[in-house]
Protein backbone atom coordinates (compact mmCIF):
# COMPACT_ATOMS: atom_id res chain seq x y z
CA UNK A 1 0.00 0.00 0.00
CA UNK A 2 1.28 3.71 -0.83
CA UNK A 3 2.81 5.05 2.03
CA UNK A 4 0.28 8.16 2.12
CA UNK A 5 -2.43 5.48 1.98
CA UNK A 6 -0.76 3.76 5.24
CA UNK A 7 -0.91 7.35 6.94
CA UNK A 8 -4.91 7.73 5.88
CA UNK A 9 -5.67 3.78 7.19
CA UNK A 10 -3.83 4.54 10.08
CA UNK A 11 -5.43 7.60 11.49
CA UNK A 12 -8.82 6.24 10.32
CA UNK A 13 -8.56 3.08 12.35
CA UNK A 14 -6.49 4.79 15.37
CA UNK A 15 -9.24 7.80 15.42
CA UNK A 16 -12.26 5.30 15.13
CA UNK A 17 -10.75 2.87 18.35
CA UNK A 18 -10.10 6.30 20.39
CA UNK A 19 -13.99 7.28 19.63
CA UNK A 20 -15.28 3.89 20.38
CA UNK A 21 -13.35 4.07 24.14
CA UNK A 22 -13.95 7.05 24.95
CA UNK A 23 -17.79 8.13 23.65
CA UNK A 24 -20.70 8.03 26.34
CA UNK A 25 -23.06 5.45 25.95
CA UNK A 26 -26.30 6.73 24.53
CA UNK A 27 -28.97 7.84 27.46
CA UNK A 28 -32.05 5.83 26.05
CA UNK A 29 -33.37 4.58 22.90
CA UNK A 30 -33.65 7.73 21.31
CA UNK A 31 -30.08 7.58 19.40
CA UNK A 32 -30.85 4.41 17.11
CA UNK A 33 -34.33 6.15 15.78
CA UNK A 34 -32.42 9.36 15.15
CA UNK A 35 -30.11 7.97 13.22
CA UNK A 36 -32.85 6.31 11.09
CA UNK A 37 -34.81 8.98 10.85
CA UNK A 38 -32.12 12.24 10.76
CA UNK A 39 -33.36 13.17 14.05
CA UNK A 40 -31.35 14.90 16.82
CA UNK A 41 -32.03 15.03 20.42
CA UNK A 42 -34.32 17.74 21.09
CA UNK A 43 -36.31 18.26 18.05
CA UNK A 44 -39.65 17.41 18.15
CA UNK A 45 -40.42 15.38 14.88
CA UNK A 46 -37.63 14.58 12.33
CA UNK A 47 -37.00 16.24 9.13
CA UNK A 48 -39.03 16.80 6.26
CA UNK A 49 -36.33 16.51 3.18
CA UNK A 50 -35.48 13.25 1.72
CA UNK A 51 -31.49 12.55 1.65
CA UNK A 52 -32.55 9.50 -0.54
CA UNK A 53 -28.95 7.89 -2.06
CA UNK A 54 -26.81 8.26 0.51
CA UNK A 55 -25.67 4.80 0.96
CA UNK A 56 -26.48 1.31 -1.11
CA UNK A 57 -29.47 1.02 2.23
CA UNK A 58 -30.97 3.99 1.78
CA UNK A 59 -30.86 4.04 -2.24
CA UNK A 60 -33.21 0.38 -1.39
CA UNK A 61 -35.46 2.31 1.02
CA UNK A 62 -36.33 5.20 -0.99
CA UNK A 63 -39.10 4.95 -1.66
CA UNK A 64 -42.49 5.83 0.20
CA UNK A 65 -42.99 2.43 0.89
CA UNK A 66 -47.07 1.63 0.55
CA UNK A 67 -48.53 -1.65 2.23
CA UNK A 68 -51.27 -2.99 -0.99
CA UNK A 69 -51.78 -5.88 2.14
CA UNK A 70 -50.80 -6.51 5.81
CA UNK A 71 -48.02 -9.13 4.63
CA UNK A 72 -47.20 -6.85 1.13
CA UNK A 73 -45.37 -3.61 0.57
CA UNK A 74 -44.53 -1.66 -2.35
CA UNK A 75 -41.78 1.20 -2.77
CA UNK A 76 -40.42 2.67 -5.89
CA UNK A 77 -37.51 5.54 -7.28
CA UNK A 78 -37.80 6.59 -10.60
CA UNK A 79 -34.82 8.32 -11.97
CA UNK A 80 -34.03 10.92 -15.53
CA UNK A 81 -30.56 12.23 -15.45
CA UNK A 82 -28.49 14.01 -18.03
CA UNK A 83 -24.67 14.53 -17.97
CA UNK A 84 -22.14 16.29 -20.03
CA UNK A 85 -18.52 15.94 -20.14
CA UNK A 86 -15.91 18.34 -21.63
CA UNK A 87 -12.65 16.96 -22.38
CA UNK A 88 -9.41 19.22 -22.27
CA UNK A 89 -6.63 17.83 -24.29
CA UNK A 90 -2.83 18.21 -23.06
CA UNK A 91 -2.29 20.21 -26.19
CA UNK A 92 -5.23 22.26 -24.50
CA UNK A 93 -6.66 22.07 -28.64
CA UNK A 94 -10.35 20.71 -29.67
CA UNK A 95 -11.80 20.55 -26.37
CA UNK A 96 -13.63 17.22 -26.80
CA UNK A 97 -17.53 17.57 -24.95
CA UNK A 98 -19.77 14.18 -24.70
CA UNK A 99 -23.52 14.09 -23.46
CA UNK A 100 -25.32 10.97 -22.14
CA UNK A 101 -28.86 10.99 -21.04
CA UNK A 102 -30.14 8.04 -19.17
CA UNK A 103 -33.08 6.96 -17.30
CA UNK A 104 -33.66 4.97 -14.41
CA UNK A 105 -36.77 2.71 -12.33
CA UNK A 106 -36.22 0.76 -9.09
CA UNK A 107 -39.13 -1.09 -7.54
CA UNK A 108 -38.86 -2.59 -4.09
CA UNK A 109 -40.90 -5.47 -3.09
CA UNK A 110 -41.17 -6.10 0.50
CA UNK A 111 -43.04 -9.78 1.46
CA UNK A 112 -43.74 -11.17 4.95
CA UNK A 113 -43.64 -14.87 4.95
CA UNK A 114 -45.92 -15.83 7.38
CA UNK A 115 -44.16 -14.20 9.96
CA UNK A 116 -41.37 -16.58 9.90
CA UNK A 117 -38.99 -14.55 7.03
CA UNK A 118 -39.52 -11.55 4.89
CA UNK A 119 -38.41 -11.46 1.76
CA UNK A 120 -37.07 -8.55 -0.01
CA UNK A 121 -36.41 -7.74 -4.22
CA UNK A 122 -35.21 -5.04 -5.70
CA UNK A 123 -35.71 -5.15 -9.38
CA UNK A 124 -34.19 -1.91 -11.71
CA UNK A 125 -34.54 -0.93 -15.27
CA UNK A 126 -31.61 1.15 -16.67
CA UNK A 127 -31.68 2.60 -20.19
CA UNK A 128 -28.01 2.31 -20.21
CA UNK A 129 -27.55 -0.27 -21.45
CA UNK A 130 -31.04 -0.72 -21.73
CA UNK A 131 -31.26 -3.55 -18.98
CA UNK A 132 -34.10 -5.12 -17.20
CA UNK A 133 -31.93 -7.12 -13.91
CA UNK A 134 -32.84 -7.53 -10.22
CA UNK A 135 -30.51 -6.01 -8.16
CA UNK A 136 -31.48 -7.88 -4.81
CA UNK A 137 -33.29 -10.81 -3.72
CA UNK A 138 -33.37 -12.10 -0.16
CA UNK A 139 -34.94 -13.82 2.10
CA UNK A 140 -34.27 -12.30 6.10
CA UNK A 141 -34.68 -14.51 9.11
CA UNK A 142 -34.85 -13.11 12.38
CA UNK A 143 -33.86 -13.38 15.89
CA UNK A 144 -33.07 -10.30 18.24
CA UNK A 145 -30.06 -9.47 17.84
CA UNK A 146 -29.76 -11.66 14.92
CA UNK A 147 -30.44 -11.81 11.22
CA UNK A 148 -29.56 -14.23 8.69
CA UNK A 149 -29.96 -13.03 4.93
CA UNK A 150 -29.56 -15.70 2.53
CA UNK A 151 -29.58 -14.89 -1.60
CA UNK A 152 -28.48 -12.12 -3.87
CA UNK A 153 -27.05 -8.85 -1.95
CA UNK A 154 -24.29 -6.86 -1.36
CA UNK A 155 -21.43 -7.60 0.63
CA UNK A 156 -20.79 -5.44 3.53
CA UNK A 157 -17.39 -3.57 1.61
CA UNK A 158 -18.04 0.00 2.25
CA UNK A 159 -20.82 2.34 2.38
CA UNK A 160 -20.34 4.97 -0.23
CA UNK A 161 -21.67 7.94 1.11
CA UNK A 162 -22.99 10.49 -1.53
CA UNK A 163 -24.76 13.77 -1.76
CA UNK A 164 -24.39 13.87 -5.68
CA UNK A 165 -25.05 12.82 -9.27
CA UNK A 166 -21.93 11.41 -9.75
CA UNK A 167 -20.90 8.46 -7.74
CA UNK A 168 -17.59 8.65 -5.91
CA UNK A 169 -14.62 6.70 -7.55
CA UNK A 170 -14.53 4.13 -4.33
CA UNK A 171 -17.27 2.80 -5.95
CA UNK A 172 -15.00 -0.07 -7.49
CA UNK A 173 -14.99 -1.66 -4.70
CA UNK A 174 -19.20 -2.50 -4.48
CA UNK A 175 -19.73 -5.93 -4.79
CA UNK A 176 -22.99 -7.95 -5.49
CA UNK A 177 -23.10 -11.54 -5.65
CA UNK A 178 -26.05 -14.05 -6.18
CA UNK A 179 -25.13 -16.59 -3.16
CA UNK A 180 -24.59 -14.54 -0.31
CA UNK A 181 -24.93 -15.94 3.67
CA UNK A 182 -25.29 -12.89 5.50
CA UNK A 183 -25.54 -12.83 9.23
CA UNK A 184 -25.93 -9.59 11.20
CA UNK A 185 -25.17 -8.66 14.76
CA UNK A 186 -26.38 -6.06 16.39
CA UNK A 187 -27.10 -6.27 20.15
CA UNK A 188 -27.78 -2.33 20.85
CA UNK A 189 -28.40 0.21 18.64
CA UNK A 190 -25.11 1.68 18.81
CA UNK A 191 -23.32 -1.17 17.47
CA UNK A 192 -23.31 -3.42 14.35
CA UNK A 193 -21.29 -6.72 13.09
CA UNK A 194 -21.75 -8.16 9.91
CA UNK A 195 -20.33 -11.23 8.39
CA UNK A 196 -20.93 -12.65 5.11
CA UNK A 197 -20.13 -15.86 2.81
CA UNK A 198 -20.61 -15.37 -0.75
CA UNK A 199 -19.57 -17.20 -4.24
CA UNK A 200 -17.75 -14.79 -6.17
CA UNK A 201 -17.98 -14.30 -10.14
CA UNK A 202 -13.67 -14.24 -9.91
CA UNK A 203 -11.88 -17.54 -9.07
CA UNK A 204 -8.34 -19.04 -9.56
CA UNK A 205 -6.95 -19.64 -13.06
CA UNK A 206 -7.52 -23.68 -13.58
CA UNK A 207 -10.30 -24.01 -10.66
CA UNK A 208 -13.83 -23.45 -10.38
CA UNK A 209 -15.56 -20.66 -8.42
CA UNK A 210 -14.87 -20.36 -4.56
CA UNK A 211 -16.21 -19.25 -2.08
CA UNK A 212 -15.11 -15.64 -0.27
CA UNK A 213 -16.14 -14.02 2.64
CA UNK A 214 -15.98 -10.51 4.45
CA UNK A 215 -16.86 -8.81 7.48
CA UNK A 216 -18.22 -5.45 8.26
CA UNK A 217 -18.20 -3.19 11.91
CA UNK A 218 -20.55 -0.12 12.67
CA UNK A 219 -20.55 2.16 15.44
CA UNK A 220 -22.81 4.57 16.58
CA UNK A 221 -20.93 6.35 19.80
CA UNK A 222 -23.65 9.20 19.49
CA UNK A 223 -26.98 10.61 18.09
CA UNK A 224 -24.14 12.87 15.82
CA UNK A 225 -21.50 10.20 14.78
CA UNK A 226 -20.68 7.07 13.48
CA UNK A 227 -17.41 4.99 12.46
CA UNK A 228 -16.81 2.03 10.67
CA UNK A 229 -14.72 -0.68 8.70
CA UNK A 230 -14.97 -4.00 6.67
CA UNK A 231 -12.96 -6.09 4.79
CA UNK A 232 -13.02 -8.92 1.86
CA UNK A 233 -11.19 -11.70 1.00
CA UNK A 234 -11.39 -10.92 -2.84
CA UNK A 235 -11.65 -7.41 -4.64
CA UNK A 236 -11.70 -9.22 -7.76
CA UNK A 237 -15.56 -9.95 -6.98
CA UNK A 238 -16.59 -6.55 -7.49
CA UNK A 239 -18.64 -5.37 -10.03
CA UNK A 240 -16.06 -3.03 -11.47
CA UNK A 241 -14.25 -6.03 -12.53
CA UNK A 242 -10.72 -5.52 -12.66
CA UNK A 243 -9.42 -8.22 -14.50
CA UNK A 244 -10.86 -9.01 -17.81
CA UNK A 245 -11.49 -12.63 -17.63
CA UNK A 246 -12.92 -12.99 -14.04
CA UNK A 247 -9.63 -14.84 -13.19
CA UNK A 248 -6.84 -14.47 -10.73
CA UNK A 249 -3.13 -16.12 -9.63
CA UNK A 250 -3.54 -15.00 -6.12
CA UNK A 251 -6.30 -13.19 -4.24
CA UNK A 252 -6.40 -9.44 -3.53
CA UNK A 253 -8.20 -8.64 -0.34
CA UNK A 254 -9.69 -5.26 0.30
CA UNK A 255 -10.01 -3.01 3.01
CA UNK A 256 -13.14 -0.02 3.81
CA UNK A 257 -13.29 2.43 5.93
CA UNK A 258 -15.66 5.50 7.21
CA UNK A 259 -16.17 8.15 9.68
CA UNK A 260 -19.61 10.05 9.80
CA UNK A 261 -21.10 13.21 11.47
CA UNK A 262 -24.59 15.32 11.68
CA UNK A 263 -26.05 17.37 13.15
CA UNK A 264 -29.24 19.65 12.16
CA UNK A 265 -28.27 21.26 9.52
CA UNK A 266 -25.19 19.65 8.22
CA UNK A 267 -23.25 16.18 7.55
CA UNK A 268 -19.96 15.33 7.02
CA UNK A 269 -18.39 11.97 5.57
CA UNK A 270 -14.74 10.31 5.11
CA UNK A 271 -14.61 6.64 3.10
CA UNK A 272 -11.75 5.33 2.10
CA UNK A 273 -11.59 1.89 -0.04
CA UNK A 274 -8.36 0.00 -1.05
CA UNK A 275 -6.77 -3.14 -1.91
CA UNK A 276 -4.24 -4.42 0.71
CA UNK A 277 -1.61 -6.25 -2.23
CA UNK A 278 -1.31 -6.16 -5.84
CA UNK A 279 -2.77 -7.63 -8.73
CA UNK A 280 -0.52 -9.73 -10.46
CA UNK A 281 -2.33 -9.80 -13.46
CA UNK A 282 -2.31 -6.09 -14.08
CA UNK A 283 0.04 -3.33 -14.74
CA UNK A 284 2.05 -1.85 -12.76
CA UNK A 285 0.69 1.66 -12.28
CA UNK A 286 -2.74 -0.08 -11.89
CA UNK A 287 -2.29 -3.38 -9.87
CA UNK A 288 -3.02 -1.92 -6.47
CA UNK A 289 -6.11 0.73 -6.48
CA UNK A 290 -7.14 3.11 -3.79
CA UNK A 291 -9.61 5.92 -3.28
CA UNK A 292 -11.22 7.93 -0.82
CA UNK A 293 -13.89 10.38 -0.74
CA UNK A 294 -14.93 13.46 1.73
CA UNK A 295 -18.11 15.06 1.77
CA UNK A 296 -19.99 18.23 3.77
CA UNK A 297 -23.39 18.99 3.05
CA UNK A 298 -25.32 21.65 4.34
CA UNK A 299 -29.30 22.30 4.38
CA UNK A 300 -31.30 25.52 4.41
CA UNK A 301 -34.23 24.57 5.86
CA UNK A 302 -36.17 27.74 5.09
CA UNK A 303 -35.44 26.36 0.91
CA UNK A 304 -35.72 22.99 0.94
CA UNK A 305 -32.29 23.10 -0.54
CA UNK A 306 -29.01 21.18 0.29
CA UNK A 307 -25.72 22.33 -0.73
CA UNK A 308 -22.76 20.30 -1.08
CA UNK A 309 -19.33 19.74 -1.26
CA UNK A 310 -16.72 17.11 -2.58
CA UNK A 311 -13.06 16.18 -2.62
CA UNK A 312 -11.89 12.74 -4.13
CA UNK A 313 -8.94 11.07 -4.98
CA UNK A 314 -7.89 7.77 -6.90
CA UNK A 315 -4.78 5.99 -7.05
CA UNK A 316 -3.84 3.41 -9.51
CA UNK A 317 -7.66 3.29 -10.67
CA UNK A 318 -8.09 2.68 -14.36
CA UNK A 319 -9.90 5.40 -16.31
CA UNK A 320 -10.59 7.26 -13.39
CA UNK A 321 -9.09 10.76 -12.42
CA UNK A 322 -6.41 11.13 -10.02
CA UNK A 323 -8.03 14.01 -8.17
CA UNK A 324 -11.81 15.44 -8.34
CA UNK A 325 -14.31 17.92 -6.67
CA UNK A 326 -17.15 19.71 -7.07
CA UNK A 327 -20.38 20.88 -5.46
CA UNK A 328 -24.08 20.05 -5.89
CA UNK A 329 -27.86 21.46 -4.75
CA UNK A 330 -30.33 19.50 -4.42
CA UNK A 331 -33.84 20.96 -4.61
CA UNK A 332 -36.23 19.03 -2.23
CA UNK A 333 -39.38 19.30 -4.08
CA UNK A 334 -41.46 17.74 -1.82
CA UNK A 335 -41.37 14.78 0.24
CA UNK A 336 -42.02 12.73 -3.36
CA UNK A 337 -39.18 14.75 -5.74
CA UNK A 338 -36.11 16.25 -5.51
CA UNK A 339 -33.61 17.76 -8.15
CA UNK A 340 -30.13 17.51 -8.17
CA UNK A 341 -27.47 19.80 -10.22
CA UNK A 342 -23.46 19.29 -9.89
CA UNK A 343 -20.58 20.60 -11.11
CA UNK A 344 -17.34 18.76 -11.21
CA UNK A 345 -13.67 19.06 -12.44
CA UNK A 346 -11.58 15.88 -12.88
CA UNK A 347 -7.63 16.67 -13.18
CA UNK A 348 -5.72 13.38 -14.71
CA UNK A 349 -2.12 13.15 -13.78
CA UNK A 350 -0.84 10.27 -15.52
CA UNK A 351 -0.02 11.39 -19.66
CA UNK A 352 -1.10 7.94 -20.37
CA UNK A 353 -5.24 8.82 -19.99
CA UNK A 354 -6.69 9.35 -23.07
CA UNK A 355 -10.36 8.98 -24.71
CA UNK A 356 -10.90 7.69 -28.49
CA UNK A 357 -11.82 10.72 -31.14
CA UNK A 358 -11.88 9.71 -34.61
CA UNK A 359 -9.92 6.15 -34.39
CA UNK A 360 -6.87 8.67 -32.71
CA UNK A 361 -6.36 8.55 -29.03
CA UNK A 362 -5.90 11.84 -27.24
CA UNK A 363 -4.43 12.42 -24.20
CA UNK A 364 -6.51 14.36 -21.31
CA UNK A 365 -5.45 16.63 -18.74
CA UNK A 366 -8.41 17.30 -16.83
CA UNK A 367 -12.51 17.25 -17.15
CA UNK A 368 -15.39 19.28 -16.34
CA UNK A 369 -18.78 17.58 -15.54
CA UNK A 370 -22.03 19.24 -15.78
CA UNK A 371 -24.64 17.01 -14.65
CA UNK A 372 -28.74 17.30 -13.46
CA UNK A 373 -31.01 14.27 -12.17
CA UNK A 374 -34.34 14.61 -11.45
CA UNK A 375 -35.73 11.86 -8.48
CA UNK A 376 -39.34 10.69 -7.50
CA UNK A 377 -39.57 8.15 -4.73
CA UNK A 378 -43.14 6.47 -4.66
Keep these: MP ?3 RRLFAWLIGLCLILLVSAPAAADETVGEALETGQTTGEAEPTEKQRIYRTREEQREAGLQTAITPWFTLSGLLEGET ?7 RNREDVIEKRDDNRNIQIGLVIDLFGLAEAEVVAEYDSDPDKFSSEEAFVTFESDPMELSLGKQFTPLGLYFDHFVTG ?3 EFGETSARNVILLAYGP ?19 KDDAWDWAVGFEAWPTDAFSFGLSYQSDLSDSDERLLDDDH ?3 RVPAVSGYLFGMTDAFEFSLEVVAALEDFRELENDLNRPIAWNAEVAYFFPNYDVELALRIENSHELEDEPEHRYGVAITWYLDKRANLTLEILRAQFDAESYAIDLDDDEVSIQHANT ?5 SIVF
Design 83 to 89: QTDRYVP
Design 370 to 374: VSAKL
Design 168 to 170: PML
Design 248 to 250: YIE
Design 3 to 5: QHA
Design 188 to 206: SDQFDLTLAAYRGRSSKVG
